[in-house]
């Protein structure tokens, strides 16, 4: 079990908890030091003191890991200072890519294992992940009709809330093409495609998120099977070819 701590895009919640957007990035610091807290005490009772909560004096908080702590990334949508501060902390960082070029992270990256180092943080927990839009399928063209219905309820919904112009199929299929964000595809052509940002970013994990809503569940265990069974064989293969 791991804990992946983004400050969230769904700023309409802010509203519903209190909180000005203003302090947006102010908020997010503070909480994710509480989280750290919390996550390195060697005890369940904790004390933390802050400016955006009430502090806790020896307060337990339970259940605990069975052994030590648990793993805390810093989750980053592609601005520069949370490349900054996870690096700064010494936390792995995980991009988010939902458009446009995923190489066009590679500055992030590298901004982020360079600002570690001068930290002095070095060793396993400096690790880089990349989390994008994604569907496996026996071929592309079932891919993307299996995905599309989902992405396009998303943007309809989203849109409502956010005033986004209608959704249009023309991005979709061109973010599911090489150079896009979406890893909508067949095992070989998804394979090519982690490998291909494996060697701007060097991410030691990929996620795909499948489900954006309304996959029926065999298309979801035939994707999961084909990444497990199709996708990674190919992916280390070609890595051990370079």
């Known amino acids: 079990m791991e804990i992946i ?3 969230g895009s769904s700023v309409e919640t802010f509203p519903l908890f209190g909180y000005d957007l203003k302090d947006y990035d102010r908020l997010y610091a503070k909480k ?26 020896e307060l337990a ?4 890991p069975v052994n030590g702590s648990l793993p805390v990334w810093v989750a980053t949508g592609g601005r520069a200072p949370s490349s900054v501060r996870a690096g700064k902390l010494g936390l792995p960082i995980s991009y988010g890519i939902i458009g ?11 901004l982020y294992r360079q600002t570690a180092a001068q930290a002095g943080h070095t060793g396993e927990n400096i690790k880089v992940s990349v989390a994008t839009l994604g569907l496996v399928a026996p071929t592309k063209k079932e891919a993307l009709e299996r995905f599309y219905p989902g992405w396009v ?3 309809i919904e989203m849109g ?4 986004w112009p209608a959704p249009d199929k023309r991005q979709f299929l061109a973010q599911a093409d090489f150079p896009g964000a979406y890893y909508v595809g067949d095992p070989d052509e998804i394979a090519q495609r982690i ?4 060697g701007h970013m060097g991410h030691m994990r990929h996620f795909l998120q499948m489900d954006i809503g309304g996959l029926p569940q065999e298309h979801f265990l035939e994707s999961l099977t084909l990444l497990a069974t199709e996708v990674k064989p ?3 293969r070609l890595l051990a070819g370079k």
């Open 153 to 155: 309820n998303l943007n």
């Open 195 to 198: 490998a291909d940002l494996h």
């Open 61 to 64: 908080v339970v259940p605990r």
């Open 5 to 7: 701590a983004g400050r």
């Open 100 to 110: 446009g070029a995923p190489a066009r992270f590679a500055p992030l990256a590298d």
């Open 234 to 236: 190919r992916v280390e």
């Open 160 to 163: 409502k809330l956010r005033g």
């Open 32 to 57: 994710l030091d509480l989280l750290m807290s919390i996550n390195n005490s060697t005890a369940e009772n904790v004390t933390w003191s802050g400016t955006v909560r009430p502090a806790l004096h």
